[in-house]
């Protein structure tokens, strides 16, 4: 079996089926392929972890930005998220909404939420179901987080199966953390009641000045899709994604400036100011309401965020305009210190007032399935002292970070078509679908 049918394979069996499958042995040449050896030998070594006794706490997984499966129920049947075909075949516009936002462009397809998705996922939910009772809550990242909170609201209320004295922890990965943020604030009462702690992996609850540069200028995963097929139109769609304005760098006023510069030079929450066709005010007014709902209330529940560190990324984005009125966009990074981050979400958003913070040097995608964080986030789960520091740390060596690809995007789009249609894509290259990255 190939990866990408291996991926498709597990998208439909129980956690339960797939570590039967993975002690077995089944599948394990593309299995290594995909993931590599030392995460498949620690995917299958569980033996003792699941030979875990006593009452089991609850606990809910909410992915990130993309980290959730989307497919198509009703009319046209079919894989959106992730389906690396969809976008080889030009068909990324059956991902789009519609104009307002709240639907589907086409009138073909009805996606729904699925499953997280496994590629970035499977290794911490393996682990998390040994130790605990999961519940997995995927959603529609392209629609508005406060939509996704209301139906983790509901979501909370059917699993609890109407025992008052249920209660979970979440666990959110990026996006995922403020899908509980704007739950417990949407839903304070309830979130008293139904939630013992929220534990954040890479939170952007501040926003982030590498989404503006997605906005405007869009990236270079963005351009290899244009180059796998040019009828790929991933900014258009990005424009048109309510979430994507929600992690813009939160308004002045809202974003601490005590602790560190506001890190735009222009009103982000202003479209006139962007000078260029696409920006959505109706979004961005949106996105503003969104950080404003954050901002007005206190935390019902305890709250722990665990932050990455050390790592390049940006910090900082200054937009400026020519004598012909044509904008350039300036990112300015950080690779080291309190100003760096995770690679995409930088300390200064990751750290939340009031939260348990707790610190590792890792990339924000590999977050939540590094070891150290997925035992640490256990341990928090059943009140012991997690092993990480709740002080910045001291910068390691080595070489950290996501594989980035070099040379020009038609060259690369050559080489990751082939590797697909010999069915021996690896995480690498699977990586590179990800046009966003919360």
């Known amino acids: ?178 899908v509980a943020r704007a739950f417990a604030a949407r839903h304070t009462e309830q979130a008293k009641r139904r939630i013992k702690r929220v534990i954040m992996h890479g939170t952007p609850h501040f926003g982030a000045a590498g989404a503006i540069g997605d906005l405007m200028e869009g990236n270079r995963m963005m351009a290899l899709a244009s180059a796998l097929n040019d009828n790929n139109s991933l900014r258009r769609f990005v424009l048109n994604m309510p979430s994507a304005y929600q992690l813009l760098p939160s308004p002045r006023g809202i974003f601490p400036e005590a602790q560190r510069r506001y890190p735009v030079n222009f009103d982000v929450y202003d479209a006139r100011q962007w000078r260029m066709e696409g920006v959505r005010q109706d979004f961005l007014d949106e996105g503003r309401r969104f950080h404003e709902l954050l901002a007005d209330f206190n935390h019902p529940v305890e709250m722990i965020a665990i932050a990455g560190c050390h790592l390049e990324t940006k910090t900082d984005a200054v937009l400026s305009f020519d004598a012909a009125e044509r904008p350039s966009l300036l990112i300015h990074v950080q690779s080291e210190g309190p100003d760096s981050g995770d690679g995409t979400v930088p300390l200064y ?12 040097q890792e990339v924000h995608r590999y977050l939540t399935r590094n070891d150290q964080v997925t035992q640490a986030t256990i341990d928090l789960i ?17 070489i950290l970070g996501l594989f980035r690809a070099v040379g020009d995007p038609e060259s690369e789009a050559a080489r990751l078509r082939q590797r697909l249609t010999d069915g021996v894509a690896t995480e690498q290259d699977l990586e590179q679908f990800y046009f966003l990255d919360f």
């Open 382 to 398: 059943y009140g012991r002292t997690p092993d990480l520091p709740t002080q910045l740390p001291q910068p390691r060596g080595g």
């Open 1 to 178: 079996m190939n990866t990408t049918d291996l991926l498709s394979r597990w998208s439909a069996l129980s956690l339960d089926e797939i570590q039967q499958e993975l002690d077995a042995g089944k599948n394990l040449m593309a299995t290594e392929q995909l993931f590599g050896v030392d995460a498949v030998a620690t995917m299958r070594s569980g033996e003792e972890t699941r030979r875990f006794s006593g009452p089991r706490e609850a606990v809910v997984l909410l992915p990130g930005l993309m980290g959730s499966l989307l497919s198509s129920v009703r009319g046209m049947i079919t894989s959106l998220w992730l389906n690396p075909a969809l976008i080889l075949r030009g068909e990324s516009h059956y991902l789009e909404l519609n104009q307002e936002g709240v639907a589907d462009r086409s009138p073909n397809i009805w996606a729904t939420p699925v499953g997280c998705e496994k590629l970035c996922y499977l290794k911490p939910i393996l682990a998390l179901h040994r130790a605990c009772q999961l519940f997995e809550f995927p959603y529609d990242w392209r629609r508005p987080i406060q939509f996704n909170s209301d139906l983790l609201s509901q979501a909370l209320e059917r699993w609890a199966d109407g025992d008052p004295a249920m209660q979970f922890t979440l666990v959110g990965h990026s996006m995922g953390g403020l």
């Open 349 to 360: 958003s990751a750290q939340l007032p009031g939260a348990q913070m707790y610190y590792i």
